[in-house]
């Protein structure tokens, strides 16, 4: 069972229950104190309520989902007549294509990312190039790497969708289609899992049901929320802050270097389709973000925050699918560079020295958050 509770009142039940409680924990759990119980509390409750984007006064239409989900499985939309969104995003593996980098992409080589719990990000794509999900799936639509971006034949498809066929050719239909895929693509919601029961045992004070997480995850939580300072950026019930960061992932890419934020950041805000422009359902007003970008030097190099659910699906990891397995992750930040990172960058990265059964731990933790 899980609760929501506002976060002031969260906080008072948190001290009752360590209260209750004491120091002394049930067998089999450790004994995590006040602010580590609140670190691990902030991680939740899953799932979150759904998420509502009032740029898209279709999101939760359940016409929309239906045509979204038609036009997500339908290869017809793609220059070629064989691709779909579907064949990279997979739905049985997290939405996700499980290479390192998607097939047919030229220089700016990226990794798919899932697409469970995508709607609750406020940035789309590695570098954040998109500020709403139907914007990124416009993107997708129109992306000579991704669906072939022949413009013409795909006018012609969604012309013959009886429900767009009363919506005006052109960039109209186009922001149809691409509202009604974000409106399935928003129902992606994954499912609770063993860190979801364990989070939830502690925050009402059931010791003896939050031990039965196993301790080995119960160690590497205690890492992550603490010396490994991971939740400073991989936070919230989804465990991103939903911002960007450089961890010192190499971004070279044949021919040149990946961008990451700083490009997208300039795509974001030149395009006519983002939460500012004409075809905001909310004439702008979720755009407030959007507006005060500033385009930074750090922002070179910097890429999402990603979330952490699913991972057992979706390896290999990191923007160029550069990682292979969660040891490899958990290895980079025990042992990265810190002259690798922007000399105006980040401050809380610093190379963790983890011992093997660490580094163990906090894979096993990492587990848990797979269903
Ligand atoms: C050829 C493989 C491929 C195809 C086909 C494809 N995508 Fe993607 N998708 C990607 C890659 C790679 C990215 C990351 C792009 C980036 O970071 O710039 C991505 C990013 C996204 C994102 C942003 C996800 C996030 O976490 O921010 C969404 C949403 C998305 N795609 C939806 C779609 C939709 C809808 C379609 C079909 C219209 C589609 N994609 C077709 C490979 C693909
Ligand atoms: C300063 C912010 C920050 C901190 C602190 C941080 N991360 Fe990350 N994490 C990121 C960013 C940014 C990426 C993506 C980097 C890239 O692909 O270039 C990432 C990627 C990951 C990934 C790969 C996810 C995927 O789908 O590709 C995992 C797993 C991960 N981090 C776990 C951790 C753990 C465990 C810790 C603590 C030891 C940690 N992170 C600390 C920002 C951070």
Not at 217 to 226: D, E, K, S
């Amino acid at each position: 069972m899980w609760r929501r509770v506002a976060p002031a009142r969260a906080v008072a039940a948190l001290a009752l229950a360590s209260l209750v409680c004491g120091a002394q924990a049930a067998e089999g759990l450790l004994d995590f104190s006040t602010e580590e119980r609140q670190a691990i509390a902030a991680h939740g409750p899953w799932p979150p309520p759904a998420a509502i984007d009032p740029s898209n006064r279709r999101q939760r239409d359940a016409n929309a989902v239906a045509l979204g989900r038609r036009l997500f499985f339908d290869p017809g939309l793609s220059a070629s007549g064989q691709v779909s969104c579907a064949s990279c995003h997979v739905p049985a593996r997290a939405f996700q294509d499980g290479r390192p980098v998607a097939v047919g992409q030229g220089p700016g080589v990226r990794n798919t990312p899932g697409l469970m719990d995508v709607a609750g990000q406020r940035w789309f794509g590695w570098g954040g190039s998109a500020d709403s999900l139907w914007a990124a799936s416009l993107r997708a639509l129109r992306d000579p790497a991704e669906m072939g971006g022949d413009e013409a034949a795909l006018q012609r498809r969604l012309a013959r969708e009886p429900a767009l066929a009363a919506v005006p050719e052109g960039d109209a239909r186009l922001v149809a289609a691409a509202k009604a895929l974000a409106a399935f693509q928003a129902r992606l919601v994954s499912p609770r899992t063993a860190f979801d029961d364990f989070r939830d045992a502690l925050f009402r004070g059931d010791d003896a049901a939050a031990a039965r997480y196993p301790l080995p995850a119960q160690r590497g939580l205690r890492l992550f929320v603490g010396r490994g300072r991971c939740h400073l950026c991989h936070v919230g019930p989804r465990f991103s802050h939903g911002e960007f960061a450089d961890i010192g992932v190499p971004f070279f890419v044949p021919g040149g270097v990946d961008p990451g934020r700083h490009a997208g950041l300039q795509e974001v805000r030149g395009s006519r389709f983002n939460r500012l422009g004409p075809f905001a359902d909310d004439g702008g007003a979720s755009g407030v973000a959007t507006r005060h970008l500033r385009s930074e030097h750090r922002h070179f190099g910097e890429f999402r925050v990603p979330g952490l659910r699913n991972l057992r699906q979706t390896a290999p990891y990191f923007h160029a699918g550069s990682a292979a397995t969660l040891t490899e992750v958990v290895r980079h930040y025990s042992t990265l560079d810190p002259d690798r990172l922007h000399a105006d960058g980040e401050r809380i990265l610093v190379p963790l020295q983890l011992r093997d059964d660490e580094v163990a731990d906090l894979v096993a933790f990492l587990e848990t958050l797979s269903s």
